[in-house]
């Protein structure tokens, strides 16, 4: 296959070592541009907030010993491809890749993720684009430890990255998201998803004892599973231990049927 311009970003930031096996593995099938949000960005969705300074700042890292220059960006995942296919990047990407991300982004939460905002954003631009997340330990979820092993959601990475440049996806697929399993391998089966409708991660009320004192909501992950509905992208990751591949559609529109709809509307508005 002749190599491809491919964009890879993150949420993590431009010093995750899970952005670092993705270019290893991606540098097998095109030439790899990386820009990344120069802070932890965990759960910025798609943001576009204008406090973000957009200041691009090169930087020279040793990726499988190999010295890359890769960029640094002064904003969100979703403002790190902006910048990057407006400034940084000579030609247009033909694949955006998010990622990969520690952590799981499964069910109802995924528009919270950086991770799937920075995909969506990509998708937005009518490139490519692909999502991909590691299941850890909550505490591994904004660290860049080195106990975590990549290699596994790096081949995988490459997998479905190697698809997306290869095949035309059906017009309501903008991008696919990816989620591995912990102890996957490479022999790890996959199988397509849907988004769970049971929340993953539940809000936690802030720690403190008056509103005038620092307080962010927390949140709770889901440990049981009981009902989850087989072919769910929850379902796939934690009781079966497959790797979950979701089509996602940037039409937020419900599927619903509008003719049964409007009648339930009118039947109240007139």
């Known amino acids: ?5 491919i964009l ?26 990386v820009a990344a949000p120069r802070e ?3 759960g910025a969705g798609r943001s576009m907030p204008n406090s973000s300074d957009g200041r691009i700042q090169p930087q020279s890292l040793d990726v499988g010993g190999q010295d890359w220059t890769v960029f640094a960006v002064g904003g ?3 403002q790190a491809v902006l910048h990057a296919v407006l400034e940084i990047m000579p030609n247009r990407p033909d694949l955006v890749v998010s990622g990969i991300n520690y952590g799981e982004n499964v069910s109802i939460g995924v ?9 969506l954003e990509g998708a937005a631009l009518g490139i490519p684009s692909l999502a991909v997340s590691l299941e850890t330990d909550r505490a591994h979820y904004f ?3 080195n106990e975590v092993d990549f290699s596994a959601a790096a081949f995988f990475t490459a997998r479905f990255a190697r698809c997306l440049l290869e095949k035309q996806f059906p017009p309501d697929v903008d991008l696919l998201k990816v989620e ?9 089966p996959w199988q397509l998803t849907r988004l769970s409708r049971s929340a993953y991660f539940t809000p936690t009320v802030p720690e403190r004892t008056s509103w005038e004192q620092d307080g962010s909501v927390g949140f709770e992950v889901r440990s049981s599973f009981g009902g ?26 419900s599927r619903a049927d509008f003719g049964s709809l409007e009648g339930l509307i009118r039947s109240v508005t007139g």
């Open 76 to 78: 969100t995942p979703a």
């Open 143 to 145: 660290s860049y430890s």
């Open 111 to 119: 528009t919270v993720s950086g991770t799937v905002g920075a995909a």
């Open 228 to 253: 989850e509905p087989e072919g769910s992208d929850v379902h796939a990751l934690r009781v079966k231990k497959a790797v979950s591949v979701t089509p996602l559609s940037l039409d937020l529109t």
């Open 8 to 33: 890879l970003t993150n949420d993590d930031g431009i010093r995750s070592p899970g952005l670092w096996a993705a270019a290893a593995a991606l540098s097998e099938l095109g030439y790899v541009t």
């Open 1 to 5: 296959m002749k190599k491809r311009n």
């Open 180 to 188: 591995v399993p912990s102890q996957a391998t490479r022999q790890t």
């Open 40 to 42: 932890q960005s965990s």
